[in-house]
């Protein structure tokens, strides 16, 4: 199976809506133009910051068929799939495989606490539904509240065909650094999910980054991917020092808001979060614009 698309910075796109808790189409297309300006490789719908937990799945389908059209094959797209039920999962990678997504990322079920034998055969029965579509698993510990292990992460890297990469959100690079040195035998992407940590997972052989970043400052974000990449390793460092206090400053605002918050004080205008998530006010925001203004981003 061809992976050579899954690498460097791939962007979870932001869910604009309007009023009504409706995808904002209009908005929706130019975020995907922007990001992709910004030299994304790579765009993930529906991730964390997609708010995938608030969007009903019609509104699911019909907004990873927007970007699919869009995108119109310039960089790759891949679904985010974060239901706790393996059946509902399989129902989603099913309509991604239908729509063209060119991969899923399948979030632990959160909630729950599986065994591994478990997990298992919920990722194994999810990825064998769709077996000509490469599938990523995401770890999540902060959000799920347990960790995907290396023992389970090894036997479905080396045992489930289309089980191809994973994205680790646990900001362990010990953790990270293990989930590469297990699969080096095999065609397994490691993709790190902490911002502030894109230059740490290349260091340690990650292919890249899934950076919710990216959908505000791409150039920034990518810039860190391609001088890395060029062997410029003082410039990705010192581009990825530059990035670090706007990112740090977002964890003072409720998940997922803060990067709705940054876009819209970029001009983006993506509107609000779902409810109950409120766009962020007062002292907050005004020390979120003036950490934009001292980072030259505004």
């Known amino acids: 199976m061809n992976t050579d698309f899954m690498r460097g910075i791939v962007v979870p796109l932001l869910t604009p809506i ?48 927007i970007i699919l059209d869009q995108t119109k094959g310039r960089v790759p797209v891949y679904y985010g799939i974060g239901a706790i039920k393996t059946r509902k999962c399989i129902q989603l990678a099913q309509m991604a495989e239908r729509a063209g997504a060119s991969a899923v990322s399948i979030l632990q079920p959160m909630f729950l606490k599986p065994t591994d034998d478990e997990l298992y055969e919920h990722f ?21 509240g347990y960790t995907l292990s290396a023992n389970l992460v090894n036997r479905l890297s080396h045992e489930v065909e289309n089980i191809v990469g994973i994205k680790d959100s646990s900001g362990d690079m010990t953790q ?45 974000v990518t810039s860190i991917y391609a001088r890395f990449s060029k062997k410029d390793y003082e410039g990705a460092l010192e581009a990825q020092y530059k990035l670090d206090p706007v990112r740090l400053l977002m964890d003072k605002a409720s998940f997922p808001v803060a990067t709705k918050d940054y876009a819209n004080l970029t001009g983006l205008d993506v509107g609000e979060p779902y409810r109950p998530n409120l766009a962020t006010k007062g002292a907050l925001l005004e020390t979120m614009q003036k950490e934009l203004t001292a980072a030259d981003l505004l």
């Open 176 to 220: 990270t650094s293990n989930f590469v040195r297990i699969t080096r035998d095999v065609n397994f992407k490691v993709f790190g999910g902490k911002d502030t940590l894109i230059f740490s997972a290349l260091a340690i052989g990650a292919a890249g980054c899934i950076a919710t970043t990216a959908n505000v400052f791409p150039e920034l």
């Open 124 to 144: 194994k029965a999810i990825a064998q539904s769709v077996p000509n579509t490469p599938v990523l698993l995401y770890n999540n510990p902060g959000r799920t």
């Open 18 to 65: 309007d009023k009504d808790e409706r995808i904002d189409e209009t908005k929706l297309r130019k975020m995907v133009d922007h990001v992709i300006k910004g030299g994304v490789l790579g765009i993930l719908a529906f991730g964390s910051n997609g708010e995938f937990y608030m969007v009903d799945e019609d509104e699911s389908e019909r907004g990873l068929k």
